[in-house]
């Protein structure tokens, strides 16, 4: 089966979000709000496997080897797996 998995790919917490504190200062602060923001990548992969479970595994090992983050400031996290 085919399976949609999306993933966020962010700094980890207390790592310096370059990208957040823009958007922070240029839209929500501008605005006169006190949001804190935290920006990321959001990939989706469609993929073959046997169930969810699967499928998010898959994904997560994917990110990981192709290093689509660097483990030693982002993390990823699975928001998603739907039935592609």
């Not at 935290?38 to 073959?48: D, I, S």
């Amino acid at each position: 089966m085919k399976f949609a998995v999306y993933l966020n790919i962010a700094y980890k917490p207390g790592v310096r979000d370059p990208e957040g504190d823009t958007i922070k200062r240029e839209l929500f602060s501008r605005a006169g709000l006190d949001v804190d923001v935290r920006a990321g990548r959001c990939l989706v992969l469609t993929l073959e496997a046997s169930g969810e479970d699967e499928a998010r595994e898959k994904a997560v090992k994917l990110a990981w080897e192709l290093r689509l983050g660097n483990p030693n400031v982002h993390v990823v996290e699975v928001v998603r797996v739907a039935h592609a």
